[in-house]
Every structure is written in C-alpha cells, then in structure tokens.
C-alpha cells in the first residue's frame, strides 16, 4: 500500500497545483533587491492524481528540487532567453536546479500516481517574490503558446 504522503506530511493545496508544506525558514536573513529575506527556506511538494500539474510560475530566487519518492515529474521551464526546456526528475536524474527568473511548471508522467519533491529556495521564498504566469506571458512567448497553454490559469 503506497504512502499516504498527504496525511502523513500534513500538506496543504497549493495555489500552483499540488500540494505543500513548508518545512524549514532560515534564522539567518539575508538583503535581497527586494528586501531583507531569509538566507535559504524548504518545502516539500506533491503532485498525485487528484492534482497531478502546477501552475507556470517564476520566483526572483534560485530553487533547488529534489525527488523524494515516485515520478517520474517532468519541469517545463523557459529561461529568459525565452528557450523551452524539459526535464525529468525520476530514475537516474534526482535533482532540479531552476535559477530565479525562470519560467517554470511540473507535471506528472508515464502514468506516475504521485511524485514527492523537497524544494530548497535560496534565498529564502516570499510571496512578493513569486509570479503566476498569465495570458499575457503567452503572448509574450507566441513560439512556446502551444507547449505552455495547458500550465496557465485560464
């Protein structure tokens, strides 16, 4: 009987898709363009049938991701060049870095039932630094409107 990794981690919906909890906020802050931030801050992530994509969003901060359990999980992500990238978390490759600025949204595959991240957020998340991709960004990016339609809120 697999893990029932919402209960037992005690995670909540995630406005992207998902779910989360976050697990660790760095007593150590650290100045950011922003303002003063956290030195690092850890959540964990699940993606499982009942929600099994996020949302297409880019934070101002690096975000290290690492699979914990299940996938494989794919992260789409567009780097400010507007290239469109694909990777698979799930088998050989574990681990995820998506430098801040980068466009990026997760998925399940290959009929995965769940797949349980642990995101590393440096410096650490704030909801000021955290952006939903709109429409508007599609038109923005009419060469990948097709590839990313289906990660963005309607």
Request: net charge negative; glycine share 10%.
């Amino acid at each position: 009987m697999p893990h029932d990794w919402r209960r037992e981690l005690e995670l909540e919906p995630h406005g992207e898709g998902g779910y989360f909890r976050r697990i660790y906020t760095s007593p150590h802050t650290t100045q950011a363009p922003q303002g003063e931030r956290p030195s690092a801050s850890s959540i964990y992530y699940l993606l499982d049938a009942s929600r099994p994509a996020g949302l297409l969003h880019r934070n101002r901060s690096d975000i290290l991701h690492f699979l914990l359990d299940g996938g494989p999980v794919e992260y789409v992500t567009v780097d400010p060049g507007g290239a469109l990238n694909r990777t698979r978390l799930g088998g050989t490759a574990l681990f995820l870095p998506v430098p801040g600025g980068w466009w990026k949204a997760s998925h399940l595959v290959d009929g995965a039932r769940h797949a349980l991240v642990a995101e590393v957020v440096t410096p650490g998340f704030d909801y000021a630094d955290h952006e939903y991709a709109t429409s508007a960004v599609l038109d923005e990016l009419p060469h990948l409107a097709q590839a990313l339609e289906t990660f963005v809120r309607k």
